[in-house]
């Protein structure tokens, strides 16, 4: 098609002609690494197909802007993305600057990108159900450069280590058994839309071919594929993952739907679901009860093990994307919304659903970022127990509860603050009540 080539030709040339792709009055790095990705897909695809001219021309761009963003991530003053283990800033600025390297084959480029990535995923590896704290929304953002990196490490250098990462396995427990009605949208904890950034359909795909090899993922991304609600995302979050689905699927993996517990608890998150990863009718009810940036995390900002990786503490992690919402309930019976989260937005402890005094915040609510600062009183709740069980009736309880009292203010003076949540369902049938 010679006039979308030529169209597109446009576009790359308006790209490369701007001095500089940050957005007006901001320092942020992110449009900058989001324009070198898309750059350095557009000249890799069209290579072939370009003048002489046009190949140095783009060469010359993804060069300059990747040497920008190494010169950040070598700067110890900086004291963001460089530094932060677990954000997805983090991840995806490295893999902008991985990505740009390879291109500009720059070895010292490539060592320093790798090492960041490396040291992020040394993290995640540890965390036993394969949480990310920010939202499954915000998940999908660092898990899309994640995946890639990996395979770019493994096809060009050989880097096998993380193609196989049980990361991987276990972060797709969370993306199953978080999706809700049906698997159109998600639960959306924390700032999130209730749908996800990017993919996770390529994310899953990627999982399957290379981690589980069991169908499962497939299926999954099926099903997201075919009932996800439309529009909601911007058009080009919603193909910019499409390309990667077609490199990893593996057509020998045939779709095969998992067995499904209906009762699954993150641990390490703080989060029990009911009814995750369901059909669209089936009855979801969720309590959220977690450590600031999940417990793994938190234990090594206050412990010594990996005090090479966070001895700036907690300035190591930035859980901004997080909200004040410990002991929150999600109820969606027979999947109507009754109960739900309070989404993208301030963080105020009143628009959750938990228990306020007067208006006073949890800890580091109140904002548009979650703002966690290092206190003698540690802001951590815990899940405390999880249980599900059913009479011979066929009456079924679903039991949650967790310890709040240190998500609160000291000014509070509270003691102990256990909150419990309790789902009853009653039989359906001829004589029997309806669900409650």
């Given at each position: 098609?010679?006039?979308?080539?030529?169209?597109?030709?446009?576009?790359?040339?308006?790209?490369?002609?701007?001095?500089?792709?940050?957005?007006?009055?901001?320092?942020?790095?992110?449009?900058?690494?989001?324009?070198?990705?898309?750059?350095?897909?557009?000249?890799?695809?069209?290579?072939?197909?370009?003048?002489?001219?046009?190949?140095?021309?783009?060469?010359?761009?993804?060069?300059?802007?990747?040497?920008?963003?190494?010169?950040?991530?070598?700067?110890?003053?900086?004291?963001?993305?460089?530094?932060?283990?677990?954000?997805?800033?983090?991840?995806?600025?490295?893999?902008?600057?991985?990505?740009?390297?390879?291109?500009?084959?720059?070895?010292?480029?490539?060592?320093?990108?790798?090492?960041?990535?490396?040291?992020?995923?040394?993290?995640?590896?540890?965390?036993?159900?394969?949480?990310?704290?920010?939202?499954?929304?915000y998940g999908t953002y660092s898990t899309r450069s994640l995946t890639f990196?990996?395979?770019?490490?493994?096809?060009?250098?050989?880097?096998?280590?993380?193609?196989?990462?049980?990361?991987?396995?276990?972060?797709?427990?969370?993306?199953?058994?978080?999706?809700?009605?049906?698997?159109?949208?998600?639960?959306?904890?924390?700032?999130?839309?209730?749908?996800?950034?990017?993919?996770?359909?390529?994310?899953?795909?990627?999982?399957?071919?290379?981690?589980?090899?069991?169908?499962?993922?497939?299926?999954?991304?099926?099903?997201?594929?075919?009932?996800?609600?439309?529009?909601?995302?911007?058009?080009?979050?919603?193909?910019?993952?499409?390309?990667?689905?077609?490199?990893?699927?593996?057509?020998?993996?045939?779709?095969?739907?998992?067995?499904?517990?209906?009762?699954?608890?993150?641990?390490?998150?703080?989060?029990?679901?009911?009814?995750?990863?369901?059909?669209?009718?089936?009855?979801?009810?969720?309590?959220?009860?977690?450590?600031?940036?999940?417990?793994?995390?938190?234990?090594?900002?206050?412990s010594e093990r990996y005090k090479d990786l966070f001895h700036q503490g907690?300035?190591?992690?930035?859980?901004?994307?997080?909200?004040?919402?410990?002991?929150?309930?999600?109820?969606?019976?027979?999947?109507?919304?009754?109960?739900?989260?309070?989404?993208?937005?301030?963080?105020?402890?009143?628009?959750?659903?938990?228990?306020?005094?007067?208006?006073?915040?949890?800890?580091?609510?109140?904002?548009?970022?979650?703002?966690?600062?290092?206190?003698?009183?540690?802001?951590?709740?815990?899940?405390?127990?999880?249980?599900?069980?059913?009479?011979?009736?066929?009456?079924?309880?679903?039991?949650?509860?967790?310890?709040?009292?240190?998500?609160?203010?000291?000014?509070?003076?509270?003691?102990?603050?256990?909150?419990?949540?309790?789902?009853?369902?009653?039989?359906?049938?001829?004589?029997?009540?309806?669900?409650?």
């Amino acid at each position: 098609n010679t006039a979308l080539f030529n169209q597109l030709l446009v576009s790359v040339d308006r790209l490369v002609s701007f001095e500089s792709w940050y957005v007006f009055d901001s320092r942020d790095d992110m449009p900058v690494s989001h324009s070198l990705v898309g750059l350095c897909l557009a000249y890799d695809l069209l290579f072939s197909r370009l003048d002489s001219h046009r190949q140095e021309l783009y060469f010359n761009k993804i060069k300059e802007v990747t040497s920008g963003l190494y010169n950040i991530a070598t700067n110890p003053r900086r004291t963001d993305w460089r530094n932060h283990l677990i954000q997805n800033h983090a991840a995806n600025n490295i893999g902008a600057l991985f990505m740009g390297a390879v291109m500009s084959e720059e070895p010292t480029w490539i060592r320093v990108a790798y090492h960041l990535f490396n040291r992020q995923m040394k993290i995640l590896n540890t965390v036993p159900d394969g949480t990310l704290t920010e939202s499954v929304a915000y998940g999908t953002y660092s898990t899309r450069s994640l995946t890639f990196m990996s395979f770019l490490s493994a096809r060009l250098f050989g880097f096998t280590e993380h193609l196989r990462a049980p990361f991987f396995a276990r972060n797709y427990q969370q993306l199953l058994y978080t999706s809700v009605y049906g698997y159109r949208k998600e639960l959306g904890i924390g700032d999130d839309d209730g749908s996800w950034f990017y993919g996770p359909e390529a994310q899953l795909t990627f999982t399957d071919a290379y981690v589980l090899r069991s169908g499962h993922g497939n299926w999954l991304a099926d099903q997201i594929r075919r009932r996800r609600e439309p529009k909601t995302r911007p058009i080009a979050m919603r193909y910019c993952t499409d390309y990667l689905e077609y490199i990893w699927y593996d057509p020998l993996l045939a779709a095969r739907e998992p067995q499904r517990p209906d009762l699954v608890s993150f641990d390490d998150w703080g989060l029990a679901v009911y009814g995750g990863g369901q059909d669209e009718r089936c009855t979801v009810f969720s309590f959220k009860a977690s450590y600031i940036s999940g417990f793994t995390p938190f234990q090594y900002v206050e412990s010594e093990r990996y005090k090479d990786l966070f001895h700036q503490g907690w300035k190591t992690l930035n859980p901004g994307h997080e909200h004040p919402d410990q002991g929150s309930i999600v109820f969606l019976p027979q999947g109507q919304p009754v109960l739900t989260e309070d989404l993208y937005g301030s963080k105020l402890t009143r628009k959750q659903n938990v228990l306020s005094f007067a208006n006073l915040e949890q800890r580091s609510g109140g904002g548009r970022w979650f703002e966690y600062r290092e206190a003698k009183e540690r802001p951590e709740s815990w899940l405390r127990s999880v249980s599900q069980a059913m009479d011979a009736s066929g009456i079924e309880v679903i039991w949650m509860q967790g310890e709040l009292e240190r998500a609160y203010s000291s000014e509070l003076g509270l003691k102990k603050y256990i909150r419990t949540a309790v789902l009853v369902r009653l039989p359906v049938g001829p004589g029997a009540a309806a669900a409650a």
